[in-house]
């Protein structure tokens, strides 16, 4: 039987680096607000980085990026992955490749774990040239 893992950290950024050799992880130009030029924006790409424990076995995972004014989903990426132990750690590199801005605004980040919500962080889409 499959259990969902513990998320100990959700975060966005727009780079991340992983070292060949050591496997450590640098996450650049991590991020509360995006500004965009226009609206709907242009496609952008970013990262979601998630540390992930106490999980066991396979585990269908989806990622949810929301308008949170009406929760309705604008991206959304399954997954899966596969714990052999609960005391094993996994972190979770998704790329949001896509990303469109329909207006300015408070936008989510849903992480799901066989249906159930386990993690969630907000950001802000800021629009307009300065």
């Known amino acids: 039987m499959a259990i969902a893992p513990t998320v100990r950290g959700l975060i966005l950024c727009e780079e ?3 070292d060949p050799v050591t496997r450590n992880i640098s996450l650049l130009q991590c991020f509360r607000a995006l500004k965009v030029d ?3 924006s242009a496609a952008k790409r970013f ?3 998630a540390h992930l424990v106490n999980g066991l076995g ?4 989806r990622v949810d990026v929301v308008q949170l004014s009406d929760n309705f989903p604008l991206y959304r990426l399954p ?3 596969h714990f052999q132990d609960r005391l094993q750690e996994m972190r979770m590199k998704v790329e949001v490749a896509q ?3 329909p207006a300015a605004g408070k936008y989510g980040i849903k992480l799901w774990a066989n249906d ?6 907000d950001f802000t889409v800021l629009g307009g040239k300065p």
């Open 16 to 18: 991340v680096d992983v």
């Open 38 to 40: 226009r609206f709907p």
């Open 47 to 49: 990262y979601v980085m």
């Open 58 to 61: 396979d585990v269908g995972l």
């Open 79 to 81: 997954l899966a992955l």
């Open 99 to 101: 990303f469109v801005a």
């Open 116 to 121: 159930d919500l386990i993690a969630m962080s």
